[in-house]
């Protein structure tokens, strides 16, 4: 039973070193480039800045006064109180130009008229923001 053991050990050591020689051997230099040599590869050395088109930089003028592109600009917002890093202030669904100009409703409050129902949910229902009844009413 040793014997078989003993004999069974030294096979498997012969077939790793037969393994790693024969894995050497093919790594040896045989004169011809590496795979992948002569790609134009990009390296972390050669950092391309990409290219901005006209129309780009066109809209990051208009907005480098609006961070949160809502529409009203950022010293505007701080001046009203409201948040100029975000579209819509109170999370009601509804930005704050849009609550400002076309709704006049609070953009600092979700719910303006305090039924319970957020401005926003209520315009796409149908019903007025302000107060009771339908928006046609």
Known sequence: ?????????????????????????????????????????????TKEEPEIDAGTIELLKKFADDQDRDGIKDADEKAKGLNPN????????????????????DPLKKDTDGDGFGDGNEIIHGYNPLGAGKLNQ
């Open 86 to 105: 975000e579209f819509d202030s109170d999370f009601d669904g509804l930005s704050d130009k849009l609550e400002i100009e076309k709704w006049k409703t």
């Open 1 to 45: 039973m040793k014997k078989f053991l003993f004999i069974g050990i030294i096979g498997i050591i012969a077939v790793a070193l037969g393994i790693s020689g024969w894995y050497f051997i093919l790594r040896k230099d045989n004169g011809q480039p590496p795979v992948g040599a002569g790609l134009d590869l990009p390296t972390a050395q």
